[in-house]
């Protein structure tokens, strides 16, 4: 049953006021694409509760806003999480009740808290909600099932645009260094590649816990950890492992493919203060090169644990017209904030305040053309929030500080 969404006063998105310097052309931002005719800027923000999350756009252009409940806080690392969904037809004007798509599946080998103290027995856990993945080709969508540190076996797929949901058994593999990877809800969602010789390619960023059969050793061992990806070459039934991000300490990451088939992997780092760290792949997925600190995209406070952001690509075919966005402030998660680049990520021109107070996490997604859904760029925060906006509301103020 449909119900209309409980719109709370903050119906309008806080208003802009910061752009950053960029290199002007005529009054226009290089490479800024043009606004489709009646293309006025938009944006709403309502109430919305958040717990584990993520979120993506089906084909068929339905909203689907996954949530992760019943996990302990006493044990949050072995009581698992029951997937559920909130789904919108109409672009998100108005979502249907949630309903579960799955039960949690047992991981065997995951560690727990117990296992951290060095209980023997504490070699299991409950699944939680993981991220997710559209297949292009099939329309196919995979949502894992991940335990705290590693991946079970196991996913939910839909193949009918999230109406209903299969738990499923895939084939996955171990990275070099012996490590099964997980790509749990806070990495965000995989993508379909469109170019090149890996196009039709599954790709999922992930993040490598290791140690994590009962060794671990609380922040301590985050530097050993590192950020990598999953690939499905037979739709979704098998996931190989890429080759570690290049710098440890990494993960929470996300990933888009550009224009010429490069692959641009932003992540977060738990282990060290400074900016988001930047690899790009030239084979699919694989292998990274070019790691390096990215010189405008903070990553987040607390400055040396940084904090999960999201990232997405825009579907314009003849540009790379990516959205990042983050907390805004130094000192806390506070003051949600999407910047903007036009060149792939090598500059990030524009920035725009979603929404001023808590926000902490973030989750992306992009509307689908010729659908509801088309123009228009939503927004889940770890601190009960969600937007949905377009692309002339984030350059609005920037047209008017330009005049």
Same mark, same amino acid.
């Given at each position: 049953?449909r119900?209309?969404?409980?719109?709370?006063t903050r119906?309008?998105?806080a208003?802009?006021g910061?752009?950053a310097?960029?290199a002007?052309h005529g009054?226009a931002f290089?490479?800024?694409?043009?606004?489709?005719?009646?293309?006025?800027p938009?944006?709403?923000?309502?109430d919305?509760?958040?717990?584990?999350c &993520?979120l993506?756009?089906?084909?068929d252009?339905s909203v689907?806003?996954f949530?992760?409940k019943?996990?302990?806080?006493?044990?949050?690392?072995d009581?698992?999480?029951?997937?559920?969904?909130k789904?919108?037809e109409?672009?998100g004007?108005?979502?249907?009740?949630?309903?579960?798509?799955?039960?949690?599946?047992r991981v065997?080998g995951?560690m727990?808290?117990?296992?951290?103290?060095?209980d023997?027995?504490?070699?299991?856990g409950?699944s939680?909600?993981?991220?997710?993945?559209?297949d292009e080709?099939?329309?196919? !969508?995979?949502?894992?099932?991940?335990?705290?540190?590693k991946?079970s076996e196991?996913?939910y797929?839909s193949? %009918?645009?999230?109406?209903?949901w299969?738990?499923?058994? !895939?084939s996955i593999?171990?990275?070099?260094?012996g490590?099964i990877a997980h790509?749990?809800?806070?990495?965000?969602?995989g993508?379909?590649?469109?170019?090149?010789?890996k196009?039709?390619r599954l790709?999922v960023?992930t993040r490598?816990n290791?140690e994590?059969l009962?060794?671990g050793?609380?922040r301590?061992?985050?530097?050993k950890?590192y950020?990598a990806?999953?690939?499905?070459d037979?739709r979704g039934?098998?996931?190989?492992p890429?080759?570690?991000?290049?710098?440890g300490?990494t993960?929470?990451?996300?990933?888009?493919e550009l224009?010429d088939g &490069?692959?641009?992997?932003n992540s977060?780092t738990?282990?060290r203060?400074?900016?988001?760290? !930047?690899?790009y792949?030239h084979?699919g997925g694989? &292998?990274?090169? %070019?790691?390096?600190e990215?010189?405008?995209?903070?990553?987040?406070?607390?400055?040396v644990?940084?904090?999960k952001?999201a990232?997405?690509r825009l579907p314009?075919d003849?540009? %790379?017209v990516l959205?990042?966005s983050?907390?805004?402030?130094?000192?806390?998660?506070w003051d949600?904030?999407?910047?903007?680049?036009f060149d792939g990520g090598?500059?990030?021109?524009v920035?725009q305040?979603v929404?001023?107070?808590?926000g902490?996490?973030?989750?992306?997604?992009?509307?689908?053309?010729?659908t509801?859904?088309?123009?228009m760029i939503y927004l889940?925060?770890?601190k009960?929030?969600?937007?949905?906006?377009n692309?002339?509301w984030?350059?609005?103020?920037?047209?008017q500080?330009?005049k």
């Amino acid at each position: 049953m449909r119900t209309a969404r409980r719109w709370s006063t903050r119906t309008l998105c806080a208003a802009a006021g910061l752009v950053a310097a960029i290199a002007l052309h005529g009054y226009a931002f290089a490479g800024e694409p043009e606004k489709p005719p009646g293309d006025k800027p938009f944006c709403q923000v309502w109430d919305e509760e958040i717990p584990l999350c &993520t979120l993506t756009v089906a084909k068929d252009g339905s909203v689907l806003l996954f949530k992760g409940k019943g996990r302990s806080r006493r044990s949050p690392a072995d009581s698992g999480s029951t997937p559920w969904l909130k789904r919108s037809e109409d672009g998100g004007k108005t979502w249907s009740e949630e309903y579960k798509v799955g039960d949690p599946v047992r991981v065997e080998g995951n560690m727990s808290d117990a296992g951290r103290k060095g209980d023997p027995k504490a070699t299991f856990g409950m699944s939680h909600l993981g991220s997710v993945v559209v297949d292009e080709v099939s329309g196919d !969508i995979t949502v894992f099932a991940v335990g705290g540190k590693k991946s079970s076996e196991y996913v939910y797929r839909s193949r %009918d645009h999230g109406k209903t949901w299969k738990l499923e058994k !895939i084939s996955i593999r171990p990275d070099k260094n012996g490590w099964i990877a997980h790509p749990n809800s806070a990495c965000d969602p995989g993508v379909t590649l469109k170019y090149g010789k890996k196009k039709g390619r599954l790709l999922v960023p992930t993040r490598v816990n290791v140690e994590y059969l009962g060794k671990g050793k609380g922040r301590k061992n985050y530097g050993k950890h590192y950020a990598a990806t999953w690939y499905s070459d037979d739709r979704g039934k098998t996931w190989l492992p890429s080759a570690p991000f290049p710098l440890g300490g990494t993960g929470e990451s996300g990933l888009v493919e550009l224009r010429d088939g &490069t692959i641009y992997h932003n992540s977060r780092t738990h282990f060290r203060g400074g900016n988001r760290r !930047i690899a790009y792949s030239h084979d699919g997925g694989e &292998t990274w090169v %070019d790691e390096h600190e990215d010189d405008e995209l903070f990553d987040g406070p607390p400055d040396v644990y940084g904090c999960k952001a999201a990232l997405i690509r825009l579907p314009y075919d003849d540009r %790379d017209v990516l959205v990042f966005s983050s907390p805004g402030r130094r000192d806390k998660r506070w003051d949600i904030t999407v910047w903007v680049s036009f060149d792939g990520g090598e500059t990030w021109p524009v920035k725009q305040l979603v929404k001023e107070g808590p926000g902490n996490y973030t989750w992306l997604a992009a509307g689908r053309k010729g659908t509801p859904s088309e123009g228009m760029i939503y927004l889940a925060a770890g601190k009960d929030w969600m937007a949905r906006f377009n692309l002339a509301w984030i350059m609005e103020n920037s047209k008017q500080e330009k005049k």
